[in-house]
């Protein structure tokens, strides 16, 4: 048995590893419940994929080949043509999305890490009310602050599109990152802290010199949560853009919803299209990913 | 005094930009929402301030909650965030509960019941509509034909378009996506509690059920919470994918979201500032005990 040591940085792969210590039935011998336990694992794991077998196998269909009788087949044969019209019609929202998403991801993750070191081990008397009231923000349905909130961007006279949006992703991703840089500076040795202080840095210089340095992996956490859920967001797209000015879920949808007849060969290869800068995050990054998703959660 | 004065200005002062937004952008507009919510702001010349609105205090909010068009997407609202609820967990659960002991190829699983969770509601919605297709026998496509293919005929169904059911059809792809984020909660949840407890309850003769019930679970509730939580406030999201699999105006899978988006859209600035703070106060009764007892918790 393996006795582990609490690291000073946690590492992000919060879901640990499978417990070794102990093993019902000893390795290589046949087990009737553990080959249904893998039988089951296969099975759930065909029903997760048949969404993706439907998207590839329909967007390669040409458009005589969607018959419902045919629905679940391979197509007969093999076109892009529903790659280059959904690329054509999606490529500029795209572009729209990378320019909202980045700024917004960054800004957010900055001002997370200040709130997050200054509630945590700069904290003061009612440091905790104040996080409670800033955490609050992230479970607001944003339907209740919706029409004022429209009149005040208009007021502001911030234009629709992309600026806009970045100002609703940052603002409203304070609550999320402030939580999670919030968590982790609570892992930092408040001696590391008080060394500094003791050795007459200030408050800025402790975080600049002390706190950003260790920060990296939070950074990855937070920017990465920022980005997957900006990306993905469809609300703010549809009350603060249009098409012309919009991010990829809006332009998706109206591939997707917008013409009389409906093409889903290339509404299907859109959606891979629009799903693929978060996916390819997922499957690079997915350590870290997994590391946002725990943070989500208030108390770990 | 004047020391913790020291302390809190530089503090206060990091916080501010933060504070300031969250301020004006979540509360002033809940309390800015809530003020249009009570007048009788219902046309576009209101909207746009050509006209004078009256306050009619409650007013709308006792129309709304006495019409049935609202109580009906209001009763859509309750049964899908039960199924999504009732399906994430289990999913979540069983999947965790299987990956407890070690399993070969644990991190192939993980990924694929995790990997829809990076997707956005509006690209799966556009899969999803494919798939939950209401045409039956012949003209079958999507799930319906695929259950033809494997001869369960009996579980074809009109999905999304059944008047009192069609919305828990909408929570199936939300179950997809969200299982697996339940799944690592879970899993998080597994892998903190101690071997040692494990051993102790076995050591003392308790059965496996007896584990699970007594050991296993107490320890388990919190993470459950947590899920339970976020996956629940979740269920306001439904607005997206009702938005790409079926349309805004359709009865059958009408919740308080959509409602929303069609008054804002028609220019009843005061009912979608009333849905939209109706949603707010379902939202905080279950969200600020919760909020105020993990603040408590971590003062202990």
């Known amino acids: 048995m393996t006795t582990t040591s609490t690291p000073a940085v946690p590492t992000p792969d919060v879901l640990g590893t499978p417990r070794q210590t102990e093993r019902r039935a000893p390795r290589g011998r046949f087990s009737v419940g553990r080959t249904l336990k893998y039988a089951a694992l296969l099975f759930f794991v065909v029903i997760v994929l048949i969404p993706v077998y439907v998207l590839l196998v329909t967007s390669f269909k040409g458009a005589g080949d969607a018959s419902p009788a045919r629905a679940w087949a391979l197509p007969q044969v093999w076109t892009l043509e529903n790659w280059q019209t959904a690329w054509t019609a999606l490529s500029p929202a795209i572009l729209r999305s990378l320019q909202m998403v980045v700024p917004a991801a960054i800004i957010a993750a900055f001002l997370g890490s200040l709130n997050g070191f200054v509630l945590s081990r700069w904290s003061f008397k009612g440091a905790n009310v104040i996080f409670t009231l800033i955490l609050f923000g992230m479970f607001i349905p944003y339907q209740a602050v919706m029409i004022p909130l429209n009149q005040l961007v208009l007021g502001l006279g911030i234009p629709s599109g992309v600026p806009s949006l970045i100002l609703l992703h940052v603002v409203y991703g304070i609550p999320i990152t402030t939580l999670i840089f919030r968590n982790y500076y609570m892992t930092v040795p408040h001696e590391l802290v008080e060394a500094a202080r003791v050795d007459g840095a200030g408050m800025l210089r402790t975080f600049w010199s002390i706190i950003l340095p260790i920060s990296i992996p939070s950074f990855v956490v937070v920017l990465i949560w920022q980005f997957t859920s900006a990306w993905n967001d469809f609300l703010f797209a549809v009350f603060f853009s249009s098409s012309q000015n919009g991010p990829v879920t809006l332009a998706l949808n109206n591939l997707a919803n917008g013409a009389l007849l409906q093409n889903y060969g290339v509404s299907m290869a859109g959606a891979l299209f629009a799903s693929l800068p978060t996916l390819l995050v997922y499957i690079v990054l997915g350590k870290y990913f997994v590391g946002g998703l725990m943070s989500g959660s208030v108390k770990g | ?300």
């Open chain 2, 1 to 300: 005094m004047l020391k913790s004065l020291r302390r809190a200005g530089p503090a206060l002062l990091m916080l501010a930009p933060s504070l300031i937004l969250v301020g004006v952008f979540v509360y002033g507009l809940i309390g800015a929402n809530f003020t249009t919510s009570i007048t009788d702001n219902h046309t576009a010349a209101q909207a746009t301030g050509q006209k004078p609105s009256v306050v009619v205090w409650f007013e709308n909010y006792v129309d709304l909650l006495g019409s049935e068009a609202f109580q009906h997407s209001l009763k859509n609202l309750v049964l899908y965030t039960v199924v999504f609820l009732a399906g994430t967990m289990l999913m979540g659960f069983l999947w965790a509960w299987m990956m407890d002991r070690p399993v070969k190829g644990e991190g192939f699983f993980r990924s694929v019941y995790l990997f829809p969770f990076a997707v956005s509601f509006v690209a799966s919605g556009v899969v999803w509509r494919w798939l939950l297709n209401s045409n039956q026998g012949e003209q079958a496509s999507g799930l319906n034909r695929l259950f033809q293919i494997v001869g369960l005929d009996f579980l074809q169904n009109n999905w999304w378009n059944n008047v009192t059911w069609g919305i828990t059809a909408i929570a199936i792809p939300a179950i997809w996506q969200l299982s697996g984020y339940v799944m690592a909660l879970f899993l998080a949840g597994f892998r903190g509690i101690p071997d040692e407890l494990r051993e102790a309850a076995r050591m003392d003769g308790a059965s496996e059920w007896k584990l699970y019930r007594h050991v296993l679970f107490p320890q388990l509730s919190p993470v459950a919470l947590s899920a339970l939580i976020i996956i629940g406030h979740m269920s306001l999201k439904a607005f997206d994918l009702i938005m790409s699999i079926s349309k805004p105006a359709n009865y059958q899978t009408k919740v308080p979201a959509v409602d929303m988006y069609v008054f804002k859209s028609s220019f009843d600035y005061a009912n979608a500032a009333a849905v939209g703070s109706i949603l707010l106060i379902i939202v905080a009764v279950v969200i600020v005990p919760y909020l105020v007892r993990t603040n408590r918790q971590e003062k202990r």
